[in-house]
């Protein structure tokens, strides 16, 4: 992960068609996250260096120990399309990134967008 000093807004979104469809049809400001709702151990984080930039995003599995996260994967959805989106989504929701060699521990500030509120990254 690039940038660990940004503070994340997460948003849930209900299936990993809805997932793939934003990341692969969208651009989101830099200080994005994604969960999906009946999947909250993973998290999307937007790691892009830009809105204009390619859009580039830390997979984490969250612990169960607070403040406990993991960067299993990081996947460039801006060169992807809804079909491979999907494809990588899934592969981390079936458990297949879990035990990635070069996984490692981050720090990660996430906030839900009520606590999020605005930043230098908000549109």
Same mark, same amino acid.
């Not at 299936?15 to 934003?22: G, R, W």
């Not at 859009?55 to 403040?67: F, M, P, S, W």
């Given at each position: 992960?690039?940038?660990?000093?940004?503070?994340?807004?997460?948003? /849930?979104?209900?299936?990993?068609?809805?997932?793939?469809?934003? +990341?692969?049809?969208?651009?989101?400001?830099?200080?994005?996250?994604?969960?999906?709702? &009946?999947?909250?151990?993973?998290?999307? +984080?937007? &790691?892009?260096?830009? /809105?204009?930039?390619?859009?580039?995003?830390?997979?984490?599995?969250?612990?169960?120990? $607070?403040? &406990?996260?993991?960067?299993? /994967?990081? =996947?460039?959805?801006?060169?992807? *399309?809804? $079909? #491979?989106?999907?494809?990588?989504?899934?592969?981390?929701?079936?458990?297949?990134?879990? *035990?990635?060699?070069?996984?490692? #521990?981050?720090?990660?500030? =996430?906030?839900?967008? /009520?606590?999020?509120?605005?930043?230098?990254?908000?549109?």
């Amino acid at each position: 992960m690039l940038h660990a000093d940004r503070v994340w807004s997460v948003s /849930e979104v209900s299936s990993a068609e809805e997932l793939a469809k934003n +990341l692969s049809e969208a651009t989101w400001c830099c200080c994005q996250a994604f969960q999906i709702t &009946d999947h909250p151990r993973y998290v999307w +984080l937007n &790691d892009s260096t830009s /809105e204009d930039g390619a859009q580039e995003y830390a997979v984490c599995r969250i612990g169960l120990t $607070k403040g &406990d996260i993991l960067q299993i /994967e990081t =996947i460039t959805f801006g060169w992807c *399309d809804y $079909k #491979k989106s999907l494809q990588f989504i899934r592969e981390t929701l079936n458990g297949n990134d879990d *035990d990635n060699e070069w996984a490692r #521990k981050v720090s990660a500030t =996430i906030e839900t967008a /009520e606590e999020h509120g605005r930043c230098g990254h908000c549109a």
